[in-house]
T-cell receptor
Framework: DAKTTQPTSMDCAEGRAANLPCNHS???????VYWYRQIHSQGPQYIIH???NNETNEMASLIITEDRKSSTLILPHATLRDTAVYYCIVRVYGTGANSKLTFGKGITLSVRP | SQTIHQWPATLVQPVGSPLSLECTVE??????LYWYRQAAGRGLQLLFY??????ISSEVPQNLSASRPQDRQFILSSKKLLLSDSGFYLC??????????FGPGTRLTVL
């Protein structure tokens, strides 16, 4: 699986958009970009994933650059409950061994009041 | 909808004692199941995965073992715990669409 690079931490004000960047310059054509987050002392929570088109769901939006070498997770209106470690992961879509998720250190997002 | 359960939520065990952690999934059939461990301040490490009953693949050789006695049940065990086995143990499942979902975790402290 391709490696990803994320800043160590960032913060944003409550109610504002949080834009979390991720670099994955060695991503392969069949690898998807996944985002998870982990709130303290809880299991990781799936947020969103995409291949090359931008994606949006009830939690967030995922913007993938045209060359697919980087992406941005957007939380449109951050709340205090969004404070967590956010993981950007690239992997082949599938099940079994291909479903293994390789977590890096992620980015710690702190939402301030 | 699918739900994943883990128990116990927390556990404190002495060194050398046995371990049994259980994970069950509801609302799906024939899921792929995974055990991860997260040591304090570190990332998640895949320990075992299973694609079906009795089928276990180990990712990292260690003091632990896994079993899948039923379709939606995954068990993590140890005969003798080590201090280094302390951590946050997470069970996860993957459905047809390949996205992986995690349980609430078990926090194990070995003293």
């Amino acid at each position: 699986d391709a490696k990803t690079t994320q800043p160590t931490s960032m913060d944003c004000a409550e109610g504002r958009a949080a834009n979390l960047p991720c670099n994955h310059s060695t991503i392969s054509g069949n690898e998807y970009v996944y985002w998870y987050r982990q709130i303290h002392s809880q299991g990781p929570q799936y947020i969103i994933h995409g291949l090359k088109n931008n994606e949006t769901n009830e939690m967030a939006s995922l913007i993938i650059t045209e060359d697919r070498k980087s992406s941005t997770l957007i939380l449109p209106h951050a709340t205090l409950r969004d404070t967590a470690v956010y993981y950007c992961i690239v992997r082949v879509y599938g099940t079994g061994a291909n479903s293994k998720l390789t977590f890096g250190k992620g980015i710690t997002l702190s939402v301030r009041p | 909808s699918q739900t994943i359960h883990q128990w116990p939520a927390t556990l404190v065990q002495p060194v050398g004692s046995p371990l049994s952690l259980e994970c069950t999934v509801e609302g799906t059939s024939n899921p792929n199941l995974y055990w991860y461990r997260q040591a304090a301040g570190r990332g998640l490490q895949l320990l075992f995965y299973s694609v079906g009953i009795g089928q276990i693949s180990s990712e990292v050789p260690q003091n632990l073992s896994a079993s899948r006695p039923q379709d939606r049940q995954f068990i993590l065990s140890s005969k003798k715990l080590l201090l280094s086995d302390s951590g946050f143990y997470l069970c996860a499942w993957t459905g047809d669409r390949g996205t992986q979902y995690f349980g609430p975790g078990t926090r194990l402290t070995v003293l």
